[in-house]
T-cell receptor, first 116, second 113 residues
Framework: GAVVSQHPSRVICKSGTSVKIECRSL??????MFWYRQFPKQSLMLMAT?????????EQGVEKDKFLINHASLTLSTLTVTSAHPEDSSFYIC????????????FGSGTRLTVV | SQQGEEDPQALSIQEGENATMNCSYK?????LQWYRQNSGRGLVHLIL?????REKHSGRLRVTLDTSKKSSSLLITASRAADTASYFC?????????????FGRGTQLTVWP
């Protein structure tokens, strides 16, 4: 079946630095990927939709300059948290759309970001 | 914005018992999906039910859908300790071609051995 690899699984960074998270579809081409944020014991909040070769579509309230998304190839989307602050600490999960098979969404294993 | 809302938020049962989780959503849908998330991990798809279906089974899972009430339920029969996880319903955004998937708040299920 479809496999999505997300890296790193955990990262600790200092306030003010930037962190890049990668999401790769390993055995299929994903023209569309999604980035979610999840706080402890809460649901997944959709941040943005990443489309290969075009600008990402951000959900209302998500800062575009804070969360930079790049989808440069059909198998890779990256989320960069710029000038990270402790309040950016969270669990970030990516998902890739694979319309070949229902349900058509495959999720990465998530990245735990801690900003100190 | 979130589409689905689950209840209960937390459910604690003994092994062998059945677990029922409910989900309500706000807008019309093409399908509704249920996912499982182990602590600190990604999501695993469990089952999808289309808007023209009323009930669907997969192993120990039974899902119902009532489009008139905009609600769905997930039943796990004969629960096991390994079923301990968070369960989310999700609905695709029907209003755009982006294919966005929106999640409910989730139910944290704990199954005691």
């Amino acid at each position: 079946g479809a496999v999505v690899s997300q890296h790193p699984s955990r990262v600790i960074c200092k306030s003010g630095t930037s962190v890049k998270i990668e999401c790769r579809s390993l055995d299929f081409q994903a023209t569309t990927m999604f980035w979610y944020r999840q706080f402890p014991k809460q649901s997944l909040m959709l941040m943005a939709t990443s489309n290969e070769g075009s600008k990402a579509t951000y959900e209302q309230g998500v800062e575009k300059d804070k969360f930079l998304i790049n989808h440069a190839s059909l198998t890779l989307s990256t989320l960069t948290v710029t000038s990270a602050h402790p309040e950016d600490s969270s669990f970030y999960i990516c998902s890739a759309r694979d319309p070949r098979h229902l349900p058509g969404y495959t999720f990465g294993s998530g990245t735990r970001l801690t900003v100190v | 914005s979130q589409q689905g809302e689950e209840d209960p938020q937390a459910l604690s049962i003994q092994e062998g018992e059945n677990a029922t989780m409910n989900c309500s959503y706000k807008t019309s849908i093409n399908n509704l999906q249920w996912y499982r998330q182990n602590s600190g991990r990604g999501l695993v798809h469990l089952i999808l039910i289309r808007s023209n279906e009323r009930e669907k089974h997969s192993g120990r899972l039974r899902v119902t859908l009532d489009t008139s009430k905009k609600s769905s339920s997930l039943l796990i029969t004969a629960s096991r300790a390994a079923d301990t996880a968070s369960y989310f319903c999700a609905t695709p955004d029907r209003g755009s071609t982006l294919g966005r998937l929106y999640f409910g708040r989730g139910t944290q299920l704990t199954v005691w051995p």
